[in-house]
């Protein structure tokens, strides 16, 4: 039978799924020849979202992790998810080429490009700035389950996306909202309407079905699976790539993957996880509720966590209700950046003020405006946008027109003249001061290899508390740990 093949998503959409995108450049370093030599279509390494945390929380360069990791990574294309690259702001045209620009500047070959309402012309836009730079263009079809996410949609949708003349079409799901019934009424729309073009298929296990969605996928024609490595699989992120391959073969197919030189990768992140505390991803009960309020598995615990800080944590499940009315009210936005912050946001603040609307997010003043999107400010309740919009704010925002300024003109605005393109990038996302304490205070690119011995010895001896030096011997070697006020000097020989 046919081959499947399978895109990696471990070290982007895996850690961003589960790991809030803590995965550090040296945790990726030891084990990107294993990713480059296992025989992936493709490889996902960043996004917009991850400039901003590697700088401000990190302390990273992310430009240093694209150019180290695309020289390690030589045979597999790089994929850039070439979204909003500045999520909750206005990206002005020329950042978006500027980051795709440097992006394929530092060996990315592939985009995988999403606009959150499925619009053709942000499609356009974007896949025209890809192709005009070399890369290749994989144009997702975001889905999404509504009263107006008819198979009509996908269709009409399909038929826009394969105008454009993409590498590849992505069936892109990332609330985990599919399920192997819906995969057979979907996946022969969009084959329909693709013109030949390649589809491949990109699940969450959010409600448990994704490692079933991908078993349909193959059986519906779909030879193109995006998968991550345990322990960064499964939960909120994508379907395991070693019970998807297993099942494949279990169906007939081959498996153009070896999964003997991605075990170690496996056993690498796990090390990583124990160490760091992170999470351990695992299989999860099917929960009905992910459909009803289809608010992304991150976001979930954001939304908890808002009504944690004012003492309302117990109102969390009303939360998720009035998550549902107000997406309704809103004209059933895709819930997936930065729409089901909007929809989320605006429903907690409901919950928190005990009366609907009477405070509103800035975000849904733009929402309703048509700043983030005319099919939004179409679609809404006319009640609830009248509601917002009749406030001062409002007004104030309803001045507001988007405008084109090119990269220099950026620069004057940012107090960025003479910059790189790069570091102009990072002034709009993060600002200067942010950068400046990244640089004052540089992560180390290596990350031990805590799978030693000695260093898992090291780092549990440190924690200790009660001894002021702690010395190690052994033959040829030795090393003392010292505490020197609220720190711990270490000497070797």
């Known amino acids: 039978m046919e081959a499947i093949h399978f895109v990696d ?7 961003q799924s589960l790991w809030a995108e803590n995965m550090t450049t040296g945790m990726m370093l030891p084990i990107a020849r294993n990713l480059d030599n296992a025989g992936f279509e493709g490889i996902e390494l960043i996004a917009g979202s991850h400039l901003k945390k590697t700088v401000r929380e990190l302390k990273e360069d992310p430009w240093e992790r694209v150019r180290l990791m695309s020289k390690l990574i030589t045979k597999t294309p790089l994929r850039v998810i070439s979204g909003p690259v500045n999520s909750f702001e206005y990206n002005p045209p020329s950042m978006f080429s500027v980051f795709l620009e440097r992006m394929a ?62 590498y590849r079409l992505c069936l892109k799901d990332p609330g985990g909202l599919l399920t192997p019934e ?37 059986k519906l024609g ?17 379907p395991s790539l070693f019970n998807v391959a297993k099942n494949a073969r279990a169906l007939g197919y081959t498996t153009a993957i070896d999964e003997e030189i991605l075990k170690p990768v496996s056993r690498h992140f796990t090390a990583i996880a124990k160490r760091e505390g992170f999470t351990i991803g695992a299989p999860v009960e099917y929960d009905y509720a992910q459909y009803q309020h289809q608010v992304p598995g991150g976001m979930l615990s954001n939304l908890r966590h808002q009504l944690g800080k004012v003492g309302l944590e117990h109102k969390f499940p009303e939360a998720l ?44 003043i733009k929402f309703a405006l048509g700043h983030a999107g005319a099919e939004g400010a179409r679609d809404m309740d006319p009640d609830v946008k009248d509601k917002i919009l009749d406030r001062p704010r409002a007004k104030e925002w309803a001045k507001w027109q988007p405008d084109d300024p090119t990269p220099d003109e950026m620069r004057c ?47 549990e001896l440190a924690k ?19 505490k020197t006020g609220a720190s711990a000097a270490i000497a070797h020989s």
């Not at 998968?227 to 994508?238: E, G, I, Q, V, Y």
């Not at 010395?471 to 003392?480: D, E, L, P």
Request: proline share 5%; net charge neutral; aromatic share 6%.
């Open 321 to 364: 209700e009035e998550t549902i009315r107000v997406r309704k009210e809103f004209g059933y936005p895709i819930m997936v950046t930065p729409l089901s912050q909007f929809v989320g946001s605006q429903a907690a603040i409901n919950v928190i003020v005990g009366e609907r609307y009477k405070e509103v997010t800035d975000q849904a």
């Open 222 to 238: 779909i030879r193109s699976i995006n998968t991550a490595l345990p322990p960064l699989a499964d939960d909120s992120s994508n």
């Open 182 to 218: 819906r995969m057979q009424s979907l996946v022969p729309v969009i084959f329909k309407n693709a013109g030949g073009i390649p589809v491949e298929l990109h699940t969450h296990c959010t409600t448990g079905l994704g490692p079933l969605c991908c078993l349909e996928a193959m």
């Open 105 to 166: 500047a530092y060996g990315i070959r592939e985009a995988r490009t999403s606009d959150e309402w499925n619009d053709y012309e942000s499609w356009k836009f974007r896949a025209g700035v890809a192709h005009s730079l070399g890369l290749r263009v994989i144009l997702n079809l975001i889905y999404s389950v509504s009263p107006k996410h008819t198979d009509e949609y996908f269709a009409e949708r399909t038929r826009r996306a394969a105008s454009l003349k993409p």
């Open 464 to 482: 200790r508390t009660k001894h002021r030096q702690i010395h190690v011997r052994t033959a040829g070697f030795s090393v003392t740990l010292e």
């Open 9 to 15: 998503t471990t070290i982007r959409d895996g850690h």
């Open 413 to 459: 605005r940012l107090n960025a003249e003479g910059t790189s393109d790069e570091e102009l990038l990072l002034r709009w996302i993060v600002g200067k001061e942010d950068i400046d304490a990244m640089r004052a205070n540089p992560r180390p690119l290596e990350y031990l290899n805590s799978d030693q011995p000695l260093v898992n010895l090291l780092h």
